[in-house]
């Protein structure tokens, strides 16, 4: 559900990062912050209390164009990774265009992945949408780790609906951008198609 800023001629989009406890969801979005123009970017946010953490930041990006002579900015954000904050992570789902799900490659997360991943589809169907009717990437993240298990295991247990994927590691800024890019992509082709 984007929101239309007449005044300043801006689409404001909502991309979500989303994943177990851990995963780098934090990571992705401080390295996108660092590595964002200083002038097309808002302050990074961190809304915390004392046993979980949000972040959030918005940036206007120059090269993905305008739609209809609006320029386009996303607001990025992070849901705290435990099941036990589930209310803040659905509240930050309200009106969201995209979601990158940040699965932890280490083989003894599967279940945390898993969990998390039925958790968001949960979540998102009390929101009034379906995983398969919004523009969604999923990132394997970790995967420098020695443990980190196969693709062939994620894909089978994690993306069984074959939608885009990226290698990531968070830390180092590995396929960091590759995957925002491609949410932002289909956020941008679901817009042209409303509009």
């Known amino acids: 559900m984007s929101f239309i800023n007449y ?13 177990p406890g851990l995963c780098g969801k934090t990571t992705n979005l401080q390295h996108i912050y660092t590595k964002t123009n200083p ?6 946010i961190s809304l915390a209390t004392e046993t979980e953490r949000t972040l959030f930041f918005d940036f206007l990006p120059l090269a993905l164009g305008e739609i209809r002579g609006f320029k386009t900015r996303f607001h ?4 705290p990774g435990q099941v ?12 969201v265009d995209g979601v990158v799900f940040v699965a932890d490659s280490q083989i003894e997360r599967m279940e945390a992945n898993v969990e998390s991943l039925d958790n ?7 929101q009034g949408y379906e995983l398969d009717g919004i523009p969604f990437v999923m990132q394997y993240n970790k995967r420098d ?3 980190a298990a196969s693709l062939e ?3 089978r247990v994690l993306n069984t609906r074959g939608g885009p994927e990226y290698e990531a590691c ?26």
């Open 7 to 19: 005044s300043s001629r801006e689409i404001n989009c909502k991309i979500v990062y989303y994943g």
């Open 39 to 44: 002038d097309v970017k808002g302050k990074m």
């Open 76 to 79: 990025l954000y992070t849901v």
């Open 84 to 95: 036990f904050y589930d209310a803040s992570r659905k509240l930050i789902l309200k009106g």
């Open 120 to 126: 968001l589809r949960v979540n998102l169907k009390e």
């Open 145 to 147: 780790m020695p443990n």
């Open 153 to 155: 295991e994620l894909r």
């Open 170 to 195: 968070a830390t180092t800024g590995q396929g960091v951008f590759e995957t925002l890019k491609a949410v932002a992509k289909e956020v941008l082709s679901d817009l042209k198609k409303l509009g």
